[in-house]
């Protein structure tokens, strides 16, 4: 039986225009190509832990236009169950407006129906989380919602996974209800400044992209080793590393392999173009595990 991920969170359809140069204020500037791919942390993750051959409850919400109807298309076609993905009428589907020029990306994000998964929501949707092996979290969605989540999971004794991203401040409530946090170096560093992780006690996974990932552990810190390729697009690594993480803790490994294992899948998504277009099957993590180890 495959494991069982259940992923709460964002969809967004990202709009990429690339340009030459930016836009000055109430400038026009003719672009030279334009993209249009699903997206969002939630979404990017539990395409990663499908594609890994995790059962994948994707859990969220996407509004009722023509945006939100070819997410749950594509859900579909990515083996995703579509049960618990709603779509809302008083709002569009969460966007993502993406201007690429000169090397630099400028990013302005509508949260849209991503804003509409409530707290309620989640307690409505108890069962299925109950019956994950393991639940993936991230900070698109409302903090309460985020919270809820983890509440609902941990009356069940569903382990809890948090990427903290975009990094927000945690609230002690979430904190104690976490079973791992994964930040990078970045969000790292603000969680000290913001001394949160002077109240969690659990696994702490520190990613850092080639260079590995750093894990403490019941006081104690280590290195798990990266893997070192030649990037062609860096978009959705850390996503990657989380869906691989999720797939391999549900399925029973231990949190080192699962991280080695982890590692693996992020580089892998890196050598190919696009966030979600890029996310390795399983066999493919394994090759590359089997190359350079």
């Known amino acids: 039986m495959n494991p069982k991920v259940t992923v709460i969170g964002s969809m967004n359809m990202d709009l990429v225009a690339e340009t ?17 791919n699903p997206g969002g942390k939630g979404f ?63 990013i302005v994000v509508v949260p849209g129906a991503n804003h509409r998964l409530s707290p309620e929501d989640l307690e409505n949707v108890e069962p299925t989380i109950a019956d994950s092996d393991i639940v993936l979290l991230q900070l698109e969605t409302p903090m309460d919602t985020v919270t809820a ?10 382990p809890v996974i948090l990427n903290p991203a975009p990094y927000q401040a945690l609230p002690t409530a979430l904190v104690h209800q976490i079973d791992y ?8 560093r603000l ?22 990932t750093d894990v403490y552990n019941h006081g104690k810190g280590s290195t ?3 893997y070192t390729v030649d990037p062609i697009d860096t978009t959705g690594a850390g996503d990657a590393f989380n869906g691989g993480l999720a797939a391999r803790l549900a399925s029973g490994s231990s949190l ?9 899948v992020g580089a892998r998504a890196v050598t190919k173009l696009g966030a979600q277009s890029g996310m390795p099957t399983h066999q493919e993590v394994l090759q590359l595990m089997d190359e350079m180890d």
């Open 191 to 212: 969680m000290h400044h913001d001394a949160l992780l002077d109240h969690f006690d659990n696994p702490l996974i520190v990613t850092k992209g080639s260079a590995g």
């Open 44 to 106: 990017n993750q539990a395409v990663a832990a499908a594609r890994l051959g995790a059962d994948v409850q994707m859990i969220g919400r996407v509004g009722d236009d023509a945006f939100g109807r070819e997410i749950i298309s594509h859900l579909a076609k990515e083996g995703m169950s579509t049960n618990h993905v709603e779509q809302v009428t008083d709002t569009s589907t969460g966007t993502a407006t993406i201007v690429v020029s000169e090397g630099e990306n400028n």
């Open 181 to 188: 946090l994964t930040p990078n170096e970045h969000e790292h």
């Open 20 to 36: 030459e140069r930016r836009p000055e204020p109430g400038e026009t500037v003719l672009g030279e190509q334009f993209t249009m």
């Open 256 to 264: 080192t392999e699962a991280v080695r294992y982890a590692n693996a």
């Open 149 to 158: 989540a983890a509440r609902v999971a941990r009356r069940h004794h569903v």
């Open 224 to 226: 798990v080793q990266g």
